[in-house]
């Protein structure tokens, strides 16, 4: 980039009204600048902190460069310098200042228990300031709202059965749209390009999860490099070994994300089926509820008071369970359309009981139901 | 009399609470709060028990590998089943390179903005301006090791990575053993970025931590405490698990012990819980005593609306006594550092530590096989207690596992932060962070930095140490309407 003293070298040799024109130019770029680094409020919630150290583990462009050439990086509990009134107040400044400009980043759920008091992130004259509250307020005046993890933007493990803290997903709480960016933890690549994506492009193209479609449009099982032991039948029957990984509760084929091609950790250098051990879907909206048992090829049900393996009850609907991995092999034999049918199966994005009540599984439960009521 | 409130504290796994009342410049009374709940040990029950490795590494995203190893301990004392010799060692290395990784960020970024000043950008601004005292050409330096700190921690994760699949949540660390082949290409690429971080260490991490030592040498006096400590074993040194390089011990007073694990009792009298028999403040869960059949009575519900009660973690006692886990104690058992109890000492121990598992993890390298298996299968039980021990980055980490009918009934994990940053127990006894900060200076109380040095230096995580007592009746009972 051309250095501001040579700037006004070239202007004063063009005959132009050197301070004048210096100014203006120089207000320009200055102002280009900011525009191209919105500021970034990154709020954790009831989380582990494993999105914020994935992030932190990005490689190109590393943390330096991000801070200094992406992003106007303000608030996030892991690198800032600022704590008590100083950091609250940094959330309090930029909503006044910056509003419909910065980006809200959500990592966690947000519990609604006790009216969000299971999740306080600072005070406010004197009171609890909830996550619940910040989201909301946040939320609502910044430009994009972006749920980092599975827990953000789907509610992920803690809002799994029996779900102690009532938590929600962010779209949750939100009556606004909420870009999701899933993964436990989120991939540095999928955040990071996101992010590039919305201060250089806007918005990206967004799937039916609003996961954008660049890192989640194909399934993890039709990018696979094992893709080949599937198709000639050659499955691994125990973990460690390098075979296809499907018969040791593989969730690849419902799995949408680009991990076989991007992979983990700043080179690149491997993913979970790579190290011989399954993919658990962890970018699924019904992670971990429905991806487990990790190990086995179906989901538990939970039914008030108990668990169930879908595996036992298939018997007695005949229905595969939520997720219809099950019937993946004849469903591929037979009609070659599976991606479709998965999104299918997947349908709707909601948690719990919910889902049970809106997908196939509904049967499950209908089936289970009778004969409890029957042995009663 | 000045009461100061920081809230939140950041720069740690998660950000949580405190609160000091400082007369004549000096604390006389400490609390420290969390914020915030999950309820993992409820979430766990009625699943397959293997799934406890990777479900547990999601209570942290910094200290993963801890929780997915305790879980598998647990799940192998269950099944009486013992790793392979490769399996044993892989899992070491995916743990050790997590530590470095944990170590070297804790030392630099979330410790060093407390005595080097940042550069005029966010997220280094706002931020307090006293008692910086490294002079310009120091810190600036210091500041550069920073940034370099970041790619070396990243390098420590691809370690994770190459034998754990990915790092945060490693999928490796199995009950049964390990899952990936060493093969030469891996070992090497493995040995090569371990060089990279011992030489890091060796050459930037341990002179700058000597310079903020000699610098603010006055942090030897400030944050002490009585010798109280406990240590869980870390690394076994084979497969049967006879003895761990970094070993098992308490110490009282100085002195060191054998841990006695019925010793352990949990309070919950100044925690957001109420105990099930009626009579709240008292002593309700035993953790070495958990499969008891006293413990079917006691049991602890989630209640953020108890009177008297200021944070979601527990207080876990040793013998009654408030003990203090991490770096610092390992070293003291070990024999290997035993300066002091301070702010400065937890640091130099951290450090110290860091160099140690650096160099030992050079020596579990030659010892791998190649070509020998690396995961022995088994049988899950269909009814089975275990127990997994395991030191984690910050302290002594154990999981309690009971199955029955092949799923999990009961789970219980007690996490290094519950035992540091626990509140007072029913005796009024401080935890070891609020003791710790008894008679810390406070210069200017619009300032306490004083206050977050004494207290990151614990490198707390508040997302490991919020649980609920898990054990007795069906699970409807623990969710209560609010």
Redesign the interface.
Known sequence: MMKIKDFIKIIGKSGMDVKKTTNQLVGGLLAGDKKKRPPVLWL???????????F????DP???AM??NLI???????????????????LEDTLAKHAGEYLLIVEG?V?T??GG???????RNGK?YT?LEAVRELGAAAGHVVAVGTCAAFG???A??????R?KSVQGILDRRVINVPG??VNPGWIVGTLAHLVWYGEPELDEYNRPTLFYGETIHNLCQRRHYFDSGIFAA???E?WCMYKVGCKGPVTFADCPYRQ????H????V????PC?GCVNPEF?EHT?????HLP?I?L????VNADRIGAITGTLAALGIGSHLAVRIKKGRLAKTIKKGLAPPKLGLQVLQTTPAQKLVDGIKFKLKKKN | MKKI???????????FVVEVTVDGGKVVEAKCSV??????E??LR???P??AS??TE?????C?SAHGTAAAFALEDAAGVRPPHNGNILRNLILGADLLQNHI?HFY??SL?DYVR?PN????????KKDFRLPSRVNEAMLNNY?EA??I???A??M??????????P??I?A??????PAADVVM?FRSKLQKINDFIANRMIPDAHTLAGVYDDYYSIGGRNADMLVFGIFPRDQYDRERYFPFGAVLDGQLYQVDLQAIREDVSHAWYIGGVGQPGGDYGVAGNLYGKGMQNKQAL?D??KQGAYTWVKAPRYKGRAVEGGSLARLWVRGDYRHGVSTMDRIMARVLETQKVGQLMEGWLEELRPGE???K?FKIPQKATGVGLTGAMRGPLGHWLRIEKG?IAGYQIITPTAWNMSPRDAGGQPGPMEQALLNTPVADENEPIEI?RVVRAFDPCS??ATH?IAPGK???E??IP?
């Open positions: 954790g919630t009831n989380t582990c902190a494993g999105d914020s150290i994935s932190l583990n990005s490689l590393g943390y330096r801070i200094t106007d990086f303000r608030y996030n509990h892991f690198v800032m310098t600022a704590e008590g009134d100083m950091s609250t107040g940094v759920t519990p228990r006790s008091l299971y999740c306080v992130v600072g005070h609890p996550a992920g493990p803690y799994a059965h029996p779900n102690p803290s938590g436990c933890p125990q973990l460690g390098p983990w950790n700043g080179e250098v491997n993913w979970p790579k190290a011989n051990t658990i971990p487990m048992p990790f190990f086995e538990d939970h008030p008071q108990i668990t | 409130t920081i809230n939140p504290v950041t720069r740690a796994n998660s950000p914020q915030f709940f999950r309820g993992f409820l979430i009625g699943r397959d293997r799934d990777y479900l999601r209570v942290c995203g910094i993963s960020r970024l979330l903005p940042g950008l966010p997220p280094f601004v706002p931020g307090y940034y970041l790619e921690a990243r390098l994760h691809e994770v990575a190459l034998f754990g699949a990915k790092a945060p949540f999928h490796s199995l049964g053993g390990s899952t990936v082949a690429n989630p953020r609306e298996p690396v995961y299968p799923r977050s997302a490991c609920v069906s699970l409807r623990f969710i609010v």
